[in-house]
């Protein structure tokens, strides 16, 4: 099962790193915070480090909406993108529950 998520999670950072950001769904980002296990800003490390994901979360007022610079590595190359999130469970940070609005 947890294989599952983690190829899942893979697909999904394949897709961001080859320059398809705009196409990826703000739903899919959604739930890949809740399966990395997001809270703020932090780095995590995918299957056996193939995939880094680096977030530094500027945060949001409660309620609110906020941003947030998210780095991939994967191997040699890496890709950076500005993610704006709606902070749905009120707790002033990017983490499971928010609403991905945009990833660029
Ligand atoms: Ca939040």
């Known amino acids: 099962m947890k294989g599952w998520i983690i190829v899942g999670v893979l697909g999904l950072l394949v897709l961001i790193g ?6 990826v769904p703000g739903q899919g980002f959604s739930a890949l915070l809740c399966e990395l296990g997001v809270t703020g800003s932090g780095t995590f490390v995918i ?13 949001a007022s409660p309620g609110g909406i906020g941003t947030a610079t998210v780095t991939i590595e994967h191997g040699k190359s890496g890709s950076t993108h500005t993610l704006t999130y709606q902070d749905t469970n009120d707790d002033g940070m990017l983490d499971c529950g928010d609403t991905v609005l945009s990833v660029t």
């Open 18 to 23: 080859s320059g398809v950001a705009q196409q």
């Open 47 to 59: 299957g056996n480090g193939q995939v880094v994901v680096s977030i530094v979360d500027n945060g």
